[in-house]
């Protein structure tokens, strides 16, 4: 187990409205990752960061704006939530323990 | 740029059966190549990967994968296939040169196994 926490785990949003997911790690590690999975897409990595406000973007940022305050902590904003992020996101962090890196258990995110 | 390429979306096969899961992989620089094994309705789980030391890498409930340069590729093998290996199962490329870099997907295979 990684401690990694995501929240909330399902969520149901309408079109238009901002959504922030959250990722919580308690192992402190440097990088954190935050992909979306679609089926017959894979993940794709939509931001990333390397450190407390540090970030960058991924294949499929647009549209998502990202946060990080705390090393522990890392936030994804929808800004103005669309049907077409209806989407599992997933939040990652890379380990110490030489290359690896693990997931949360995902937020179902359903845009109506 | 890295890519990786899973060959099958959906692969099946009897229980006892070998099983074969396809990967190959695009690479300017020497790759860290990754398995990971999802569930219904659970995150990724890593099995196995390989980071530049033996090129057979042996995972997590029997499976094991062989990193072949001449052919770009990381198959990933399980000599015999029980029930609960089926799931969705994908490869992964990083690049070694800088730490911290991103995983690249492939789309997925999805596994199943039939009694």
């Known amino acids: 187990d990684a401690g990694i926490t995501q929240s909330p785990r399902h969520k149901v949003t309408e079109t238009g409205t901002p959504v922030t997911l959250r990722c919580h790690q308690t192992e402190n590690h440097r990088y954190m990752y935050w992909y979306r999975q679609d089926p017959g897409h894979g993940l794709r990595l939509i931001h990333y960061s390397y450190g407390v406000k540090d970030t960058d973007k991924g294949e499929v940022s647009d549209g998502y704006s990202v946060s990080r305050s705390k090393t522990e902590d890392f936030l994804l904003t929808l800004e103005s939530a669309t049907s077409s992020q209806t989407s599992v996101y997933f939040c990652a962090i890379q380990g110490t323990g030489g290359p690896g890196t693990f997931f949360g258990q995902g937020t179902r995110l359903t845009v109506v | 740029a890295q890519s990786v390429t899973q060959l099958g979306s959906h692969v099946s096969v009897s229980e006892g059966a070998l099983v074969l899961l396809r990967c190959n992989y695009s690479s300017s620089v020497p790759p860290y190549l990754f398995w990971y094994v999802q569930y219904p309705n659970q995150g990724l789980q890593l099995l196995l990967k390989?980071?530049?030391?033996?090129?057979l890498v042996k995972g997590i409930n029997g499976f094991e994968a062989e990193f072949k340069k001449s052919e770009t590729s990381f198959h990933l093998t399980k000599p015999s296939a029980h029930m609960s290996d089926a799931a969705e199962y994908f490869c992964a490329v990083s690049d070694v040169s800088q730490a911290g870099t991103a995983l690249i997907f492939g789309k997925g295979t999805t596994l199943s196994v039939s009694s």
């Open positions: 390989y980071t530049s030391a033996a090129t």
